[in-house]
């Protein structure tokens, strides 16, 4: 009896451990699910996107990849041709007789060349030294003139933007138009240096430790960088004095032997009394003087986002070429009031234009500024959604009253490219008017009175757009998540020249790989349609029922999907895929690209998130794909992470396994110019009650948080309110923290990532993961 007894224990020991195998996945599933990370991807894509530079006959080449090697194409316009820049392989053979190292004409060692004026040589960079081929001899020898004008690399290229600006000088400096000067800060004050001397001039005196000139602080970014927007004739600068004198502290503290680093900066919070506010200034560089607006100080707010340099410069400035006047736009603290001004250059003087108000919040385009001074015509172009969709509109300077709407229409205006004030005519990019994915854009001109519009790029998918200088030209690439790009050459008509690339994935499919599939839905209101991505498995298993992954990212400033265009990869989501599972991204409601009152579904309560876009979104799409929908997780980073929490809490029935990543969790712990924006001020919203700590009872299922300790974007305190209300529930949950990382947790991002995978799947897909799988650093975190 004892024996059978002991035999029986045996055979279950033993049927228990195949059992426990069997719900195991290996270090060789997740070297699998690895391979579909952007960093496996990418090699086994060839032809990627084009990135001209352009030469002053408007010619312009352009670094051409292949699964055979890289090539050099240049293009000419007139002759309507594409050709190799050059023999590579006798160019190797020259580089390795002057050289004595042996080179390979697909694989040149180089990718950075220039074209002599008279396009008779090349010369390039290689191996630390400047070599010139000759185009005529084929000889190739050390090229001993100065600096070669118009040296580019191939991974970059590029247009002009709007007038005035400059560009990045060394360091922290930012350099003129013309490239003579480069102002930076020192001690609170702006100075110039001039690059040819070296020498140094001191443009103000009196800037003082938080109420200095210039400082680019936005409480959650910062930067030694200054902001400033140079004028054409690269003689003034606008720019700013910022008070933040006032202003309250955003504190962390370093983790290490010994006492911690107390790090303290000027961080509003919403519904504080003070915040920074800036005095708007003109320096008159030629001759250093300061000249004051004589304007009141505005908030630290601006048209396109919680910053005022997130276009790249300061924003919302427009300078005459003459540098004589300067146009400009006051936001108000709420994003509610714009106000449009032009000040007097020389005395200062301000004049007030017109104004808009609207009652949610004003944004000046989707990633671009869109308003534009025409100072020739005295004319301005504005952009306005008080139709309730993006559109442009003409207005006179003189007067401030409306001429007429520009465009119109139940679809949005993106990006204004281009205004050519001689035949008054504007490009730009929108999205929502042709048939299909209204997210997808497309390049169009339309005259200033709002006649003769033209579509310029017909295909269907997500265009990018890169004029020539001259504007004569332009360089348009489309693709679709599921669709690889196609890169054309077209004249501003929009008629076609030629065609230049045609990226091949042929590789990459031969690897098992496989695009996401676009899905439409309804959203929770059971009208409106929206858009994603569903990630599958390369191999479904006929009649099995997968859980599903919701990636979110709520917005409203932007959401889940992102760019519309295609990649090879898109964060893990394909790799979580490989790992048992059915990933979802779904573009919400409440952000843009769409209608305004489509953007507006959640003013004053960000904490909808879209969460129930997201529940109806996930039950439709379980009808088509094999999803099982007792089994529902939910991931996000930021804004995703706060997105998150608040799904764990509010529908706990639904879903059942959360990773919350650095969430803003009570947006009176967030910066002020976010809440302030989309909730409104905190005398008009209720922001305790979209505050996830308080819901945190709420938790049945599995949630992970996590944060980076010294997050100067959304500080970790978010995050330990939710943890100390979970504790106060008695609720158990699982918390990792990276001591001294940042927002996207730097170097420990993999390392996050790996902890996502095992989560899911220990938690969602009722296995046990490999122990401690290494991932490769990739580069950062998700936003």
Not at 323 to 349: C, L, N, P, W, Y
């Amino acid at each position: 009896m004892r024996k059978t007894i002991l035999l029986l224990a045996v055979l279950a020991s033993f049927g228990t451990a195949n059992a426990q195998q069997a719900n195991a996945l290996s270090a060789k599933d997740y070297a699998n699910a690895e391979r579909f990370m952007s960093y496996n991807t990418d090699p086994f894509v060839d032809g990627v996107v084009v990135r001209p530079n352009w030469l002053p006959d408007e010619k312009f080449w352009y670094l051409a990849t292949t699964a055979a090697g890289n090539e050099f194409i240049l293009v000419d316009p007139v002759k309507k041709t594409r050709t190799a820049a050059f023999d590579h392989q006798k160019l190797a053979a020259a580089l390795s007789t002057a050289s004595g190292n042996k080179y390979d004409g697909a694989k040149l060692p180089f990718q950075a060349i220039s074209f002599s004026a008279d396009g008779k040589s090349v010369s390039f960079m290689a191996d630390g030294k400047k070599w010139k081929y000759d185009l005529l001899t084929g000889e190739c020898s050390i090229d001993t003139s100065a600096d070669t004008p118009g040296m580019a690399s191939a991974a970059r290229g590029g247009r002009g933007g709007r007038a005035g600006g400059g560009g990045f000088g060394g360091g922290n400096e930012i350099a003129s138009p013309d490239g003579k000067r480069s102002v930076f800060i020192k001690d609170y004050n702006l100075w110039v240096r001039d690059v040819a001397s070296g020498n140094q001039t001191q443009l103000t005196t009196d800037g003082l430790k938080d109420y200095g000139y210039a400082t680019d602080n936005a409480g959650w970014k910062s930067s030694e960088r200054p902001i400033v927007r140079w004028s054409p004739d690269s003689k003034k600068l606008a720019t700013f004095r910022q008070d933040q004198r006032n202003v309250s502290d955003m504190y962390l503290v370093t983790t290490n032997v010994g006492k911690p680093t107390l790090r303290a900066w000027k961080y509003p919070l919403p519904g504080d009394k003070e915040i920074p506010m800036i005095q708007r200034v003109i320096i008159d560089v030629e001759n250093p003087k300061l000249i004051v607006l004589q304007v009141a100080p505005d908030p630290h707010r601006a048209t396109l986002s919680d910053d005022i340099s997130s276009s790249g410069t300061f924003d919302d400035i427009d300078w005459k070429e003459d540098g004589s006047q300067m146009a400009f736009v006051s936001t108000s603290r709420d994003h509610k009031q714009e106000k449009f001004r032009i000040a007097d250059a020389v005395t200062g003087s301000v004049r007030e234009v017109f104004e808009e108000v609207v009652a949610t919040q004003y944004e000046s385009g989707r990633g671009a500024i869109n308003w534009r001074y025409l100072p020739n015509s005295n004319e301005i172009i504005w952009y306005s959604e008080r139709d309730n969709w993006g559109h442009l509109y003409l207005y006179d300077a003189a007067t401030g009253k409306l001429k007429n709407q520009v465009t119109k229409g139940d679809w949005v205006v993106t990006r204004l490219i281009r205004v050519d004030e001689k035949n008054r005519v504007l490009y730009f990019m929108a999205g929502g008017r042709e048939p299909g994915n209204p997210y997808f854009t497309h390049l169009y001109k339309i005259g200033f009175d709002g006649k003769n519009l033209s579509l310029l790029t017909p295909e269907d998918g997500n265009h990018q757009i890169s004029f020539s200088p001259s504007f004569n030209y332009f360089i348009d690439t489309y693709s679709k998540p599921d669709v690889a790009p196609v890169t054309v050459f077209r004249t501003a008509d929009g008629k076609l020249i030629s065609s230049l690339e045609k990226t091949d994935v042929s590789r990459l499919t031969a690897t098992g790989w496989k695009p996401p599939i676009p899905v439409s839905v309804k959203a929770h209101d059971g009208k409106t349609d929206i858009y994603g991505l569903v990630f599958t498995p390369m191999k479904i298993v006929a009649g099995k029922k997968y859980p599903v992954i919701d990636y979110i990212y709520p917005g409203p400033q932007g959401g889940s999907v992102g760019n519309w265009s295609f990649s090879a990869s898109r964060s893990d989501h394909q790799a979580l895929a490989e790992l048992g599972f059915i990933v979802v991204v779904i573009e919400g409601t409440s952000n843009p690209g769409r209608s305004k009152s489509f953007h507006d579904m959640s003013y004053g309560n960000m904490a909808d998130n879209t969460i129930p876009d997201q529940i109806t979104a996930i039950r439709q799409l379980s009808q088509v794909y094999p999803i099982d929908t007792s089994r529902v997780g939910i991931w996000g980073h930021s804004g995703g992470g706060f997105a998150t929490a608040t799904a764990m809490f509010r529908f706990p029935d639904f879903f059942k396994v959360g990773i919350s990543e650095s969430g803003n969790h009570d947006n009176r712990n967030y910066e002020d110019d976010w809440g302030e924006r989309y909730d409104g001020l905190a005398a008009n919203s209720d922001y305790d009650a979209q505050a996830n700590q308080n819901y945190a009872k709420n938790l049945k299922g599995k949630l992970m948080l996590a944060h980076g300790m010294m997050d100067n974007n959304v500080p970790p305190s978010n995050t330990m309110l939710v943890v100390e209300a979970l504790e106060k529930a008695n609720k158990s949950f699982d918390l990792v923290i990276f001591p001294n990382s940042p927002h996207g947790y730097g170097q420990y991002a993999p390392y996050m990532m790996r902890r996502r995978w095992d989560y899911f799947v220990r938690n969602l897909l009722g296995a046990e993961p490999p122990a401690d799988y290494q991932l490769r650093a990739a580069g950062p975190g998700p936003r």
